[in-house]
T-cell receptor
């Protein structure tokens, strides 16, 4: 089964500083990869998804960008953080459910909690 | 109107009680229905997955989907303190996009 690694687990950054969050996936090849943000007490908001190396789709306009330099690596970045970028960032991929690959079943990493001060 | 509505709770029950969670949705194209469990400061963990209408049981957990009413439920029998978490419903049509509920926070009192 697939394993999703995210780091760092917690990050405190000043406003205006750059950001780089990394996600790597094991146990699968050519996965679809996703970045979500979860604000306190709210559901998950899809930020970016990628179907392959160098292929990034953005779901919402924002201060963030994403890149996929390798098949199983997904990076979330910002040049200058805003206070509103604080939140819990989750990387996800699709995996096996019920004995076969289910395109709509997403599995999540442990997340990165970002505080922008 | 949000695409997926979920009562945020919080819900507090004594150990051994049945926990009942539900979500309603507006998009009739949804075919895949999921429940995730999220412990504090952790990523969501897939709990149940159902395709189309019907019931699915896994141990103490039962997921129900009623597409005619656009209503899904999750039941937890014989609840344990370890079931204390936030439960998120999620659903999708035939594409990659998942629509999530806001999550219901459940506390099971010992």
């Amino acid at each position: 089964s697939q394993t999703i690694h995210q780091w760092p687990a917690t990050l405190v950054q000043p406003v205006g500083s750059p950001l780089s969050l990394e996600c790597t996936v094991e146990g699968t090849s050519n996965p679809n990869l996703y970045w979500y943000r979860q604000a306190a007490g709210r559901g998950l908001q899809l930020l970016f998804y990628s179907v392959g190396i160098g292929q990034i789709s953005s779901e919402v306009p924002q201060n963030l960008s994403a890149s996929r330099p390798q098949d199983r690596q997904f990076i979330l970045s910002s040049k200058k953080l805003l206070l509103s970028d604080s939140g819990f960032y989750l990387c996800a991929t699709e995996g096996l459910a019920g004995g076969g690959l289910a395109k709509n079943i997403q599995y999540f990493g442990a997340g990165t909690r970002l505080s922008v001060l | 109107q949000k695409e997926v509505e979920q009562d945020p709770g919080p819900l507090s029950v004594p150990e051994g009680a049945i926990v009942s969670l539900n979500c309603t949705y507006s998009n009739s194209a949804f075919q895949y229905f999921m429940w995730y469990r999220q412990y504090s400061r952790k990523g969501p963990e897939l709990l149940m997955y159902t395709y189309s209408s019907g019931n699915k049981e896994d141990g103490r957990f039962t997921a129900q989907v009623d597409k005619s009413s656009k209503y899904i439920s999750l039941f937890i029998r014989d609840s344990q303190p370890s079931d204390s978490a936030t439960y998120l419903c999620a659903m999708s049509a035939s594409d990659y996009k998942l629509s999530f509920g806001a999550g219901t926070t459940v506390t099971v009192r010992a």
